[in-house]
């Protein structure tokens, strides 16, 4: 199965050069069932695959000038601060067993997928739904509070489950601190690669880390990374986000239907 996990790990570069996202939210799944590593492992690797290929695909943002970095440190902080605890103190809380229905046992990866779904799903029908400019839907002046708020959540979320979170991140940045959408999306980079590398960082001693494989899929992910930003000069990476949007909403509900039913 590891041919296919690689195959697809140059997938999951392309969907971040194309359009801009979602292919980070393949890399639990690829790595659970392709390479068949645990869950808690699969969300350590990707962190390190996430971050790495975020780095790359920020610096041609950062070199055209589409990068706010007071925005990523609004946004960034309250992120960097919920992972570091996220993966520290709430992971290692979570009991092999959770707990039992009937004769099914939840346990800690069962769970861990089972959220990693979750969000999946939500991705999916951020990516489905019809493009729409992002509208506030506040007039509060506290939108830089509701910013660092959201950067707390997709904290938790990205330590829970190893993504980048950007189908979140970008909608805040557009809406709640008014930047301009290719700006959020080199922001967003920024942001990911920053709290993808210190949650990886931040847990790396609770973890025997196989290097080897780790850096052959994060180098094959960068690979597709180039291909994907060299093929976005020619197709518009906007109408194949609703086709990707489905194909994640079909692995969410799999995940699902695998842990729980089979």
Known sequence: MEIFGYIASVLIGVSLGLIGGGGSILTVPVLVYLFGLDAFLATEYSLFIVGISSVVGSVSYFKKGLVNFKTALVFGI???????LTRNY???????????????????????LLIFAGLMILASYKMIRKNKEYQLETHHKNNTLLAAGEGSVVGILTGLVGAGGGFMIIP??????????????????VIISLNSLIGFFSSINDIAVDWKLLTTISSIAIVGIIIGSQLSKKIDGRKLKPAFGWFILVMGIYIIIKEVFL
């Open 172 to 189: 805040a940045l557009v809406s709640l601190l008014k930047t301009p959408m290719k700006v959020a999306i080199g922001t967003s980079l």
């Open 78 to 84: 309250p992120s960097i601060i919920s992972i570091f």
């Open 90 to 112: 709430i992971l290692p809380l979570i009991p092999g067993n959770v707990f039992t229905i009937n004769e099914f046992v939840v346990t800690k990866d069962i769970l861990l």
